[in-house]
């Protein structure tokens, strides 16, 4: 048996559970409902199911795309009771399920996009070592070619320190040996400079 009151649908199971309503807009179904029917004899089955027991009948039927809410009004403990129960377990279960789901799946997102910035900031610090390693074996070819100038520079101020000492065993000229001397003043400078070039570089 079927009554429509104020945009609702009533459903009862039998004819003799049939009751009329008169159920304003404004007012909360779920109240009315349960109050005008006696929670212990009656089983009551609102769709679309209220998250808020405060929930209307225009919410209502915003929530059913429009349409208007239906009540199935059934015996506590009758069969279709039970399977109105049942189902509803059902329901809770699967809508559990699919929030479990819903929140691994977010977690799994998160994960993935956390993955992909480590990605990247492995990648920025690949190319950064890569620039650095460049910059390593160029400083170490500098100072490779100082050294090589520095070993040049001693053996010729090697040379120089044996001709000034054979020139004073021989008595040579004064301005010779002022000339010699300076020579080996200038080598000994630039070898100082090279020491402390390759120093700083390393």
């Known amino acids: ?3 429509t009151e104020t945009g609702i649908v009533f459903y009862y199971s039998e004819p003799a ?3 009329k ?3 304003k807009k404004n ?3 779920q109240d009315v409902v349960k109050f005008k029917l006696s929670p212990s004899e009656y089983e009551v089955s609102i769709v679309p199911n209220p998250n808020s027991k405060n929930a209307t009948i225009e919410q209502l039927s915003r929530l059913n795309g ?3 809410p239906l009540v199935l009004v059934t015996r506590r403990e009758s069969p279709i009771s039970n399977l109105i129960t049942e189902r509803k377990i059902a329901t809770s ?3 559990n399920k699919r929030s479990d789901e819903h929140n691994l799946l977010g977690e799994m997102n998160k994960k ?3 993955l992909e910035e480590l990605k990247e900031k492995l990648a920025r610090i690949s190319k950064e070592l890569e620039k650095k390693t460049e910059e390593i074996k160029e400083l170490k070819e500098r ?3 100082k050294d090589g100038e520095l070993e040049k520079k001693d053996i010729e101020l090697e040379e120089c320190r044996g001709k000034l000492a054979e020139w004073q065993k021989l008595k040579a000229p004064a301005h010779l040996y002022a000339s010699l001397e300076s020579h080996l003043m200038e080598n000994l400078r630039i070898s100082q400079e090279s020491e402390s070039v390759g120093k700083s570089i390393e």
């Open 143 to 145: 100072v490779d070619k």
């Open 112 to 114: 993935e996009c956390e």
């Open 27 to 29: 007012e909360k179904v």
């Open 1 to 3: 048996m079927t009554k």
């Open 93 to 95: 279960t699967e809508q």
């Open 21 to 23: 309503f008169i159920i």
């Open 66 to 68: 429009g349409a208007m």
């Open 17 to 19: 559970l049939a009751h």
